[in-house]
């Protein structure tokens, strides 16, 4: 089997970790987020900074979040030797409800060879709709 490119890798542990969370279930964007990690979303006026912050605003949700489905849209990966940006378009619905959002992933290879996000930011796109 063919070593998977950046690309490829990043993009499937974005859509792993996105499918688990609208399922209810934050663990995998958790693993995925380094002890630095820093964080912008639309709910919250301020950046949150550091792994325990995501972590006890996440499980705080735990459950909470469900998706009947998503589609994730252009989505491009820049990147250099050791850091890596994704971003990209985020379709979810429930029900008649649709959700549009825009997402930036800033990803680093960390000396375990492995890509952690140390930001992300999420924003909307436009209201949600019915």
């Not at 996105?18 to 934050?26: I, S, T």
């Not at 995925?32 to 709910?43: E, H, I, M, Q, V």
């Not at 952690?116 to 019915?130: E, N, Q, Y």
Request: with cysteine; net charge negative; charged share 25%.
């Amino acid at each position: 089997m063919d070593k998977l490119t950046v690309t490829e890798t990043i993009i499937a542990q974005e859509t792993a970790a996105l499918k688990a969370w609208l399922d209810g279930n934050p663990t995998p964007y958790l693993d995925l987020y380094s002890k630095d990690f820093t964080y912008f979303d639309p709910a919250h006026e301020w950046r949150l900074d550091g792994w325990d912050r995501i972590k006890e605003l996440y499980e705080s949700m735990r459950g909470m979040v469900k998706m009947d489905k998503f589609e994730i849209i252009n989505p491009v990966v820049q990147q250099t030797a050791a850091m890596a940006v994704l971003t990209y378009n985020l379709h979810t619905s429930s029900g008649e409800t649709v959700w549009k959002e825009n997402c930036t992933e800033v990803y680093r290879l960390e000396e375990n060879n492995e890509w952690k996000i140390i930001h992300s930011h999420w924003s909307l796109t436009m209201p949600s709709v019915k």
